[in-house]
Nanobody, 121 residues
Framework: QVQLVESGGGLVQPGGALRLSCAAS????????MNWYRQAPGKQRELVAR???????TYADSVKGRFTISRDNSKNTVYLQMNSLKPEDTAVYYC???????????????WGQGTQVTVSS
């Protein structure tokens, strides 16, 4: 059983910062890609940032220069440092991992339960 648990969400004023964490636990052979998605009320879920096992990163245009994704492979954990937050960053943020539970198992996607980020004065 694989679990992804996010933490670090909350209420912050515009211009502020938050750091999200997502720890994967359970029967894990290897984690390949780790992603942060977000979903605002009435909108589709969108990819915010992606990081490969080797550390290559991709960002949505809307967060480039403000958000930084990183990971600690020894802890099966991914982070999202969010700076210069704007009201439009308000959403539920979800962690996603592309991983293999055993060497012979196929790769599969797993999701966390989500953490609320609210940017408001």
């Amino acid at each position: 059983q694989v679990q992804l648990v996010e933490s670090g969400g909350g209420l912050v004023q515009p211009g502020g910062a938050l750091r999200l964490s997502c720890a994967a636990s359970g029967n894990i052979f290897s984690i390949y890609v780790m992603n942060w998605y977000r979903q605002a009320p009435g909108k589709q879920r969108e990819l915010v940032a992606r990081i490969t096992r080797g550390g290559s990163t991709t960002y949505a245009d809307s967060v480039k220069g403000r958000f930084t994704i990183s990971r600690d492979n020894s802890k099966n954990t991914v982070y999202l440092q969010m700076n210069s937050l704007k009201p439009e960053d308000t959403a539920v943020y979800y962690c996603n991992a592309d991983l293999r539970v055993e060497i012979v198992a196929p790769r599969a996607d797993y999701w966390g339960q989500g953490t609320q980020v609210t940017v408001s004065s």
